[in-house]
């Protein structure tokens, strides 16, 4: 019975001491100054980039750009597809919401790509 006794004492020793490092742990870090930041944003979002990847062995040919000015945005993306017609998809982001216009480019000269094997 005193055996019993002992080590639930101990035990509860043991807990309340791990309760005590890891709230003195916790009450011990500083915060993030990101935390403690505050954003001032009033300007509005300007920006403009693209990208462009062609890798013929791979046959990935595709590309994206974007130009905002406050909070109107303009773009266009691009994708060589199998058939080998390139679809283009030309979008406005403004208070309307998002508006594509979608087309497609035919092959320019030459025979084009035609259709091409999956994995």
């Known amino acids: 019975m005193r055996m019993k006794q002992e080590a639930r004492e101990s035990g509860a020793r043991r807990r309340k001491e791990t309760e005590n490092r890891l709230r003195t742990g916790f009450q011990s870090q500083a915060y993030s100054k990101l935390l403690t930041t505050e954003w001032n944003i009033n300007e509005p979002a300007n ?3 693209q990208y462009q990847v062609n890798d013929e062995e791979a046959g990935a040919n595709f590309g994206h750009e ?3 000015e406050g909070e109107d945005a303009k773009g266009e993306y691009r994708v060589l597809l199998p058939d080998g017609r390139t679809l283009v998809v030309a979008y406005t ?3 309307r919401g998002f508006i594509p216009e ?18």
């Open 47 to 49: 920006y403009n980039f």
């Open 93 to 95: 982001a403004d208070e």
């Open 66 to 68: 974007e130009q905002r």
């Open 102 to 119: 979608i087309r497609y480019e035919e092959p320019q000269g030459g025979y084009g790509r035609g259709p091409q094997k999956g994995y």
